[in-house]
């Protein structure tokens, strides 16, 4: 069985450096119809976009750089994990942050 790894840094998960090209904005009739997005504490959807457009535009080098000065900040810790125990961490990280 092959076990395939996600990394994990800040707010976001990178896989294999695959991005999406862009995210349309959503059509007035669309919003009427959308329900209303639930974000975590501190974010609504104006810092979404911000976060969106700023990696909507990266570069493979400015990706790879913030990631490398990412390891390098002794405030934080990396630790690699199997995919099928990720939700599972991340429900402890919401535990022990609320």
């Given amino acids: 069985m092959k076990i395939r790894y996600q990394r994990l840094c800040h707010h976001r998960i990178r896989t294999d450096r695959e991005t999406i090209d862009s995210i349309q904005a959503a ?3 669309e919003r009427k119809t959308m329900k209303q997005s639930k974000f975590p ?3 609504d959807e104006k810092r979404v976009r911000e976060v969106l457009a700023h990696y909507e535009t ?3 080098e ?5 990631d490398e000065a990412a ?3 002794s405030s ?3 630790v690699e994990i199997p995919n099928q125990l990720l939700p599972k961490v991340r429900e402890m990280i919401a535990k022990l942050a609320s």
């Fill in 27 to 29: 059509t007035p009739s």
């Fill in 41 to 43: 504490p501190g974010w």
């Fill in 58 to 60: 990266h570069t493979e």
């Fill in 62 to 66: 400015e990706a790879v750089a913030e």
């Fill in 71 to 73: 390891f390098e900040d």
């Fill in 76 to 78: 934080q810790t990396f």
